[in-house]
């Protein structure tokens, strides 16, 4: 009897396949909250600084126009809240409350509000490849929500590759993905990733995690992404090994 079950779960599996494409609903906002922890180890001289930090972010998506092959979405970023801590000192820095920002993050701040409320449109076909010019580096966490999606019909176990933009010490770069499905429902396509950095950039490391798409929008409604990136840092003539440490969630309502 239980090897029957076990037969007749692994068919019906087998034929509750999906195909994924980028359809968000028009009109629609929709709101993304992220939380990414880091942890970067800096080596000077035979000692190693640590200085951990916590960015908590708010991004709206609204659908402006759908079509079965386009869909051209407007993007802000509402608010962002930062806690950094290095060699006991702990800044701290909230958009929503600017007036208790620490001095020093002065220089880091005045860039974060002046990308704040200001609203982007972009476009994306149905597989999730972005149309027109390139998105500016605020505009990051879009990459992560808005994904490039398999042409093929995806059933449990399947695999496709992708390229994505991640953004790393303020430069963008190009990450080699390759998602696996591990389970399918009315509600969700569940996944779990790998990323590699392009082999040709000074920074290298890697990407791993999982996610949850929309199979009616697909568009990914939450996702774990754990990386760990090395790259070196020249500063007042030395070369300075970095290693970052970092785990960010996403949440889209």
Known sequence: MLVLVAL??????????????????????????????????????????????LVEARQTFTAKEVTETQSDIETQIESIKMTISQMG?????????????????????????????????????????????TLSLNMNQLHNIIIELPEQELTVGSTWNSKSMQIVSNTKLDVDMEYTVTAISKKS?????????????????????????????????NSTTKSNISLTMNEQGMSLPVTIVSTTTIEVK
């Open 89 to 133: 000192m702990k800044l701290e820095y909230d958009s929503d409350h600017p007036e208790k920002t620490n001095p020093m993050l002065a220089g880091q701040t005045k860039e974060i509000e002046q990308s704040l409320n200001k609203p982007h449109t972009v476009s994306f076909d149905a597989l999730g490849h972005h149309v027109g010019d």
């Open 189 to 221: 396509v569940d996944v779990s990733f790998t990323g590699h950095i392009d082999p040709d950039e000074e920074i290298t490391g890697g990407y791993s995690g999982t996610a949850s798409i929309n199979p009616q929008t697909g568009m990914v409604m």
């Open 8 to 53: 007749v779960t692994l068919s019906f599996m087998s034929k509750n396949g999906v195909t994924l494409r980028l359809q968000p609903k028009k009109g629609q906002t929709y709101t993304a909250t992220s939380k990414a922890n880091a942890m970067t180890m800096i080596e000077v001289q035979g000692q190693t600084m640590n200085m951990s930090q």
